[in-house]
């Protein structure tokens, strides 16, 4: 597993718009991270809104890959769960919960 600060290290030096394989890649290294360590994270935010920006911009919000669509759908329920280490930020969660669950 890799700790959050390298993750977002090999964000930075990924392509703005992720391929889905990337976005499914980085959003199990995420879901992989404990709560409380992405909480008193000063990154995780970042990766959330790079991650973000490339699903609606890019093509994850358009993949038919069942495989690919389990794992955003995944990762949205993640982030709603997010809400009860990071209370302050629960509504940036739930609205990129929602970015992550269109088609």
């Known amino acids: 597993m890799k700790s959050i600060d390298l993750l977002y290290e090999d ?3 990924a392509p ?3 391929s889905v394989g990337d976005e499914v890649r980085f959003m199990l290294g995420v879901m992989a991270l404990e709560p409380d360590d ?4 000063e ?6 809104d790079r991650l973000e920006d490339s699903h609606t911009t890019g093509w994850g919000h358009t993949s038919e890959d069942p495989e690919a669509v389990k794992v955003f759908e995944r990762f949205a329920s993640f982030l709603e769960g997010l ?11 739930g609205s990129a919960a929602e970015n992550f669950r269109l088609r």
């Open 43 to 48: 990154v995780f935010f970042k990766i959330l």
């Open 38 to 41: 992405i909480a008193r994270s």
């Open 16 to 18: 703005s718009l992720l």
């Open 83 to 93: 809400a009860a280490h990071i209370p302050a930020q629960q509504e940036w969660l």
């Open 11 to 13: 964000l930075q030096n």
